[in-house]
């Protein structure tokens, strides 16, 4: 019938709580979803958190916790947050969730054994990494990968 609208925000660095900056970020992607929705189309709306890199890891030894028990902590502000906030998003993903873990190595795995293409962009094989995702996460989705022409 129609196809299925995927939405998402950017994953936040949780480094920190959430603020105004974020809140603006996340609403606008929620009213577009119940746009959309209206509409009578098929919405997916992700949200979520990117709990790697240096920042992160430094604010966990500023407060005295490894990493992983540091993000644990603050996902549960991030998701009280998101529900604060009204959003309607249908997902909430964590970069340290074990179903992100494996569509990454997935990912990374087409990448490595020539799977993708010769000659495609970063952004095609970006859109690899995105199409595994969203197959994983909605049960399969329609997207063609177009060759770089440079």
């Known amino acids: 019938m ?13 480094n920190g ?4 900056g974020h809140a603006y970020e996340k609403v606008i992607a929620d009213v577009i979803a119940r746009a959309r929705r209206s509409l009578g189309q098929d919405v997916f709306f992700l949200t979520g958190l990117d709990e ?20 644990d902590q603050l996902a549960q502000d991030w ?3 998101a529900a604060r906030l009204g959003l309607t998003n249908d997902d909430f993903v964590r970069t340290t969730d074990a179903r992100h873990k494996q569509i990454v190595q997935a990912s990374l795995s087409d ?7 010769p000659g495609l ?15 994983a996460l ?9 060759e770089d022409e440079h």
């Open 79 to 81: 998701k009280a947050f």
């Open 121 to 135: 962009t970063a952004l095609c094989t970006l859109s690899a990494f995105l199409y595994n995702m969203a197959a």
């Open 2 to 14: 129609n196809k299925r609208f995927y939405i998402t925000t950017a994953i936040d660095y949780v």
């Open 17 to 20: 709580q959430p603020h105004l």
């Open 111 to 117: 990448v490595d054994d020539g799977s993708i293409a």
């Open 52 to 71: 790697h890199g240096q920042k992160v890891q430094q604010a966990a030894q500023a407060e005295g916790k490894d990493p992983q028990t540091y993000c």
């Open 138 to 146: 909605l049960g399969g989705i329609d997207i063609t990968l177009v």
